[in-house]
């Protein structure tokens, strides 16, 4: 275990299991542990710091607070065609999320297209995680997922929509490197505060208010996120609930605002099977990426990136080098398996 003063860089290989290790002790399953850990230490490799291992303290209390259901069988409970509705019933994100993904390509190995909606999640994490997993099988993945109100509606004083991300994944001739675009609809994701609270750092004005509704640089105040954009982003979060919510008979936002509560998450996978289109497909795609790469750099660019470029890059050399944790994180990490009775294994005490 090596780093600088204010991170621990911690491998990869000792890192999963020790997350899984926590979650298992906290109330998962050993199978929901293993999914959770997976996706996690893959948004560290990949430099998103804000989805990964430090949100396994949160997803603990979850357990304890019932917000999420270790017992959960999810099952389809509606479907026509090429569409399936599951109802996870509040089981780990990752766990709804990856069945999604498996009910979505099954379906598009019969129609050219799936769509699977998953109801009653609880949170998602990185979900470039899986439409990676769709891309790597050659296929196009199209990720929403939905929850509770965490940002300001633009034209509102308060909390009005979700940070509702999405993931869109097209696979190119090199099967681990897709396009790979994930993006919040708020200006920053939830968790980026969240990681800078853990180094002790402050966080740029526009990304959040504090409770009387004033921009803050204090991650500690930090109360709600922006918008993406503006209206464009507050715009696409409400869409994505429509998607993600309203269609599968599980509205958030309008339960949330007149009720108050967690009512858990929501989320969907589509998955396009190209040869249902032509021919050439991932041909296309790399001319396309070829094409934008030769773009010439803009001043202080050394390189022009296309999407997904620069994590799968930071998930090289931080497989070789490790995933560099904030200290803060690590110190919850440790407290939480001193009070959990976890083992810390050699590469992260």
């Known amino acids: 275990?090596?780093?600088?003063?204010?991170?621990?860089?911690?491998?990869?290989?000792?890192?999963?299991?020790?997350?899984?290790?926590?979650?298992?002790?906290?109330?998962?399953?050993?199978?929901?542990a293993d999914q959770t850990a997976a996706m996690l230490v893959w948004a560290n490799l990949r430099g998103t710091d804000s989805h990964g291992v430090l949100r396994i303290p949160r997803y603990v209390e979850m357990v304890e607070l019932g917000l999420i259901n270790p017992a959960a069988e999810p099952r389809q409970v509606s479907g026509k065609g090429a569409v399936a509705v599951i109802d996870a019933q509040r089981a780990p994100?990752?766990?709804?999320?990856?069945?999604?993904?498996?009910?979505?390509?099954?379906?598009?190995?019969?129609?050219?297209?799936g769509w699977c909606a998953v109801r009653s999640i609880s949170h998602a994490g990185a979900i470039g995680y899986y439409a990676h997993q769709v891309a790597q099988a050659g296929r196009i993945g199209i990720?929403?997922?939905?929850?509770?109100?965490?940002?300001?509606?633009?034209?509102?004083?308060?909390?009005?929509?979700?940070?509702?991300?999405?993931?869109?994944?097209?696979?190119?001739?090199?099967?681990?490197?897709?396009?790979?675009?994930?993006?919040?609809t708020a200006s920053v994701a939830l968790g980026k505060i969240m990681a800078a609270r853990d180094a002790g750092q402050p966080i740029p004005v526009g990304w959040a208010v504090d409770g009387n509704g004033q921009a803050t640089t204090d991650p500690r105040e930090?109360?709600?996120?922006?918008?993406?954009?503006?209206?464009?982003?507050?715009?696409?979060?409400?869409?994505?609930?429509?998607?993600?919510?309203v269609l599968t008979a599980n509205p958030l936002i309008a339960v949330a605002l007149v009720h108050g509560g967690d009512?858990?998450?929501?989320?969907?996978?589509?998955?396009l099977d190209p040869s249902a289109f032509g021919d050439n497909f991932t041909l296309e795609v790399d001319r396309l990426g070829a094409a934008i790469k030769s773009l010439p750099p803009a001043a202080g660019a050394d390189s022009v990136y296309l999407p997904g470029e620069r994590g799968f890059e930071e998930m090289e050399r931080r497989s070789r080098a490790g995933i560099p944790l904030?200290?803060?994180?690590?110190?919850?990490?440790l407290a939480l398996a001193s009070k959990l009775n976890v083992a810390v294994p050699e590469g992260v005490a």
């Open 326 to 333: 904030a200290r803060g994180t690590v110190s919850r990490l």
């Open 1 to 32: 275990m090596t780093g600088a003063s204010d991170t621990v860089a911690i491998g990869a290989d000792a890192l999963r299991p020790f997350a899984a290790d926590l979650l298992r002790a906290g109330g998962f399953t050993a199978d929901q």
């Open 93 to 113: 994100g990752a766990v709804g999320m990856s069945l999604a993904v498996r009910k979505a390509s099954e379906l598009a190995d019969t129609h050219g297209i």
């Open 222 to 245: 930090a109360k709600a996120v922006l918008p993406m954009a503006g209206p464009k982003g507050s715009g696409l979060s409400l869409m994505i609930e429509v998607l993600a919510s």
């Open 263 to 271: 009512p858990g998450g929501n989320g969907l996978v589509a998955v």
């Open 143 to 184: 990720v929403m997922t939905a929850s509770k109100p965490l940002m300001i509606y633009h034209g509102s004083s308060a909390e009005g929509v979700s940070t509702n991300p999405i993931a869109i994944a097209a696979p190119t001739g090199n099967p681990d490197r897709p396009l790979l675009l994930d993006m919040s």
